[in-house]
C-alpha cells in the first residue's frame, strides 16, 4: 500500500470507532423452511411455509410487510416482542398471528428440546421478502 491508501484506510477505521458501527441485524440460527404455495394474487402475495426451528435456534428479530398467520404442529414456540419480553408461548396447535411493520418487530425461539415445526401462511405487499432483518432492540 502507498502511504496515502494507508492514511485513507486508517482514517476510516477511526471514524468507524468514533461513530460506531451501524446496528447488524440478527441472523436466524437453526431454521430451515420448505416454501409450499406461493402466488401473487393482485398485488398481494400468499405464501406458505413449513418453518422448523431447532431446540436452542431462533428466527433473529425480524418483521413482516404483511400479516402472518401460524399454526404450531410440533413443538414450543416462544415470542419476544421488542421489549425483550415473552408476550406468548405457543404449543403445538396453537394459532399464531403477527401483524405488519417495523413497529412489530419481534423474535421467535424454539427453548425446547425437540424441533419446533411451523405452518406458516404470509398475506405480503407483491414482490415483499417472507421478512424484514431487524437490529437487536437495545435490551437484547
Do not use: S, W
Request: charge should be negative.
Amino acid at each position: 500500500m502507498k502511504p496515502f491508501q494507508v492514511a485513507a484506510a486508517a482514517a476510516c477505521v477511526a471514524t468507524l470507532l468514533i461513530a460506531g458501527a451501524p446496528a447488524r441485524a440478527t441472523p436466524p440460527t437453526g431454521v430451515t423452511a420448505t416454501l409450499t404455495y406461493d402466488e401473487t394474487v393482485g398485488g398481494t402475495r400468499v405464501a406458505v411455509r413449513r418453518i422448523t426451528i431447532a431446540p436452542g435456534g431462533d428466527t433473529g428479530y425480524h418483521y413482516h410487510d404483511g400479516p402472518l398467520h401460524a399454526v404450531v404442529t410440533a413443538g414450543t414456540l416462544t415470542h419476544y416482542g421488542a421489549d425483550c419480553q415473552v408476550d406468548h408461548v405457543y404449543q403445538a396447535g396453537d394459532l399464531v398471528h403477527e401483524p405488519a411493520g417495523p413497529h412489530n418487530v419481534h423474535i421467535g425461539r424454539n427453548e425446547g428440546r425437540t424441533p419446533l415445526v411451523l405452518e406458516v401462511t404470509y398475506l405480503l405487499p407483491a414482490g415483499a421478502p417472507f421478512a424484514q432483518d431487524a437490529p437487536p432492540p437495545p435490551c437484547a
